[in-house]
């Protein structure tokens, strides 16, 4: 017996941006070289008897507009059990460095709703929201990083409504990195503030993996 809530046969999905493709497409196919190819190995410890297909479906530099474009062919077609999504902070940093009035916080609350509303209507699959995350250290930061600082909340608000509203499981990344930077320096998890190192996609995955675990 296991106090996972995973089950064997099931599929698990992963879609995201760059800190969910890693690599999977060219240099380290097919989960990528972070968190994604990480979450197994953790499970395994834990289960060795289960049987779960992963897929990973992240493409460096997505927004949800461009995840909406593909959702039928990376996420519906797949008929996943699991859903896994971390997605945000590209529609922030276009918003806010780019201009881009179709990421900001509101277009990007009604397309992550309407793709989740598509997911599990489709597919049935259980839901994994992942927080956006800005990993950075508050001494020294610039004036870019501080309005990224400002505005995210207001994505990361957004992830927790709809985890409640589709009752999946909520991981706190955001959160968690800020508890980890506190007694340590920044590069201890990111060369910089968006992209992990592999002690930063290690602290994703058993984050991930704990909110697995039954209850």
Known sequence: ????????????????????????REEFPPLGNGYAAILPGLVYAQAAELDIEYLNRGINGNTTVELEKRWDEDCLSLNPDWLSILIGINDCHRYLLQGSQETGPVPYAQRLESLLQRATETTG???????????????????QQRRISALLPEYIATVH???????????????????????????????ESVHPNTTGHGLIAHALFQALHEG
């Open 1 to 24: 017996m296991t106090s996972l809530a995973l089950r064997s046969g099931e599929r698990f999905l992963f879609v995201g941006d760059s800190i969910t493709d890693c690599g999977r």
């Open 125 to 143: 699959c259980s839901l994994i929201l992942l927080e956006p995350f800005y990993w950075m250290l508050p001494p020294g930061t610039d004036e």
């Open 161 to 191: 409504r709809l985890a409640e509203q589709f009752q999946a499981r909520l991981v706190r990344l955001h959160e968690l990195g800020r508890q980890v930077l506190q007694g340590h320096p920044a590069e201890v998890l990111s060369p």
